[in-house]
C-alpha cells in the first residue's frame, strides 16, 4: 500500500506542475474512447481532404481541342482520363467506406462486413477452410478465377484498411501447392 500511495502522490504533484504552467483547461485527462473518437475523426478528416483534392486534380477532358488536333484522338484522351477519374473516385470512396468498417476483430465480423465485395467468395472460402489451395477453391469450393493469387492480392489491399491480410504458407510437403489462410495485422 505505501508503493501504491507513494506512486499516486508522485502523479498527483505532475498533475499539479502541469496545472500550473499550463492552465486548468488546457490539462484535461482524456478517457480512451474520448482518444478512440478525437483519432477516428482526425482520420476521417485526413480521409475527406485527400478525397477532394482528388477530385480537384481529377483530369479535365479536352472541351475545346485545337484545330489540328484529330477528333478521334481528343474522343480517347476523353475517355481514357474520364475512366482514371472514375476509377479513383471508386478506389476512394471504396477507402473511406472501408475505414468507416474499423474495427473487427473476429473473422465472423469481417465476413459479415465484407458481404458488399465483389470477391467476397475467396473472404468466405478461406475463412471457411483455412489452408485452402488455389486448385481446391476452383475445385471444391467452386470460386471461379483464373488467377487466385492476383484477386487475393487485390483483396489484401482492401483489407489492409480493416486489419487483416491474406498470407500464403506451406500446408504439406516442399513442392505441395500452398494455402492460403486469414491473419490479423
Not at 82 to 103: T, V, Y
Not at 118 to 129: D, E, G, L, M, N
Request: proline letters at 4%; one cysteine or more; glycine letters at 4%.
Amino acid at each position: 500500500m505505501g508503493d501504491e500511495q507513494n506512486e499516486a502522490d508522485e502523479l498527483y504533484a505532475i498533475e499539479e506542475k502541469l496545472r500550473l504552467m499550463y492552465g486548468e483547461k488546457a490539462y484535461q485527462r482524456i478517457t480512451e474512447d474520448e482518444w478512440w473518437k478525437y483519432d477516428y475523426y482526425q482520420r476521417r478528416k485526413k480521409l475527406e481532404r485527400q478525397i477532394e483534392r482528388q477530385r480537384k486534380t481529377i483530369i479535365k477532358p479536352l472541351i475545346f481541342p485545337s484545330a489540328l488536333v484529330d477528333q478521334k484522338i481528343v474522343t480517347k484522351i476523353n475517355r481514357k482520363n474520364g475512366q482514371r477519374s472514375r476509377r479513383l473516385m471508386d478506389k476512394l470512396s471504396r477507402r473511406f467506406a472501408l475505414e468507416d468498417l474499423r474495427p473487427i476483430d473476429c473473422v465472423e465480423h469481417l465476413i459479415i462486413k465484407m458481404c458488399w465485395h465483389p470477391h467476397r467468395a475467396h473472404i468466405w472460402a478461406v475463412a471457411t477452410y483455412p489452408g485452402v489451395t488455389s486448385q481446391q477453391l476452383t475445385d471444391y469450393v467452386g470460386v471461379p478465377s483464373s488467377n487466385h493469387r492476383m484477386v487475393f492480392r487485390r483483396l489484401n489491399n482492401d483489407l489492409y484498411h480493416l486489419g487483416w491480410q491474406f498470407v500464403s504458407c506451406q500446408v504439406g510437403a516442399q513442392n505441395e501447392p500452398w494455402g492460403w489462410y486469414l491473419e490479423k495485422i
